[in-house]
């Protein structure tokens, strides 16, 4: 049995996580309406306590971040510097501080995107922030030794939300099936592995 930490468990896909890893592991539910575990990614203090408070780990999951959705012309630097803030720095501060809170061996996967790589009319900043984080990915592979392996998922759109925006779900990915690559990569993801979860990658 693995002590799994995930961050943003009572989001849409943090809560298929915690369901899939069920009774086989030791979850820390952690997220913004914990009671027992409230974070802020975006305050570095409050990501610090949250390693304090669960100590030692086997793997740590994040599946917390937003950045919103604007036009190029009318996005504004607090805009920017939300989304860099929260799901560019928060990420990155995961990494810093959890991974001395990592068992040998152990895992930390954040979440990226696919508008990294195929961005969309107002999605400069998300796509901006998820790249950033890739790249951060890229270049901690080389500088750490791998005995923390760090990764992430990069989901394409996710059924769920395409239905809640009114859109046509079909090319979408059910929630459950972007959990289950965060599963798969705490057993066996490779270090520095950004792991496309998608319909058409």
Known sequence: MKKIL???????VGSHIVSQLGDQHDVIAASRTSDA??????????????????????????????????????????????????????????????CAHVTEGGAIVLTTGVLARHPIPGSA????????????IAAVKIELDGSV???????????????????????????ADVAAHFVRFIESGQHGDIIIASKNP
């Open 6 to 12: 995930v961050i943003g468990a009572s989001g849409l």
């Open 125 to 136: 900043m998300v796509s901006a922030v998820n790249a950033a984080v890739e790249a951060v």
């Open 37 to 98: 575990y409230p974070v802020d990614i975006s305050d570095e203090e409050s990501v610090k306590a949250l390693f304090q408070k669960t100590g030692l780990v086997d793997a740590i999951i994040c599946t917390a971040g937003m950045a919103n959705f604007a036009p190029w012309d009318q996005a504004t630097t607090a805009d920017w510097s939300f989304a860099i803030s929260n799901k560019m720095m928060g990420q990155i501060n995961i990494v810093r501080h959890g």
């Open 149 to 175: 392996r760090i990764g992430a998922i990069s989901p394409g759109w996710v059924t769920e939300t395409m239905t809640a925006m009114g859109m046509d779900p079909t090319p979408g990915i059910p929630a």
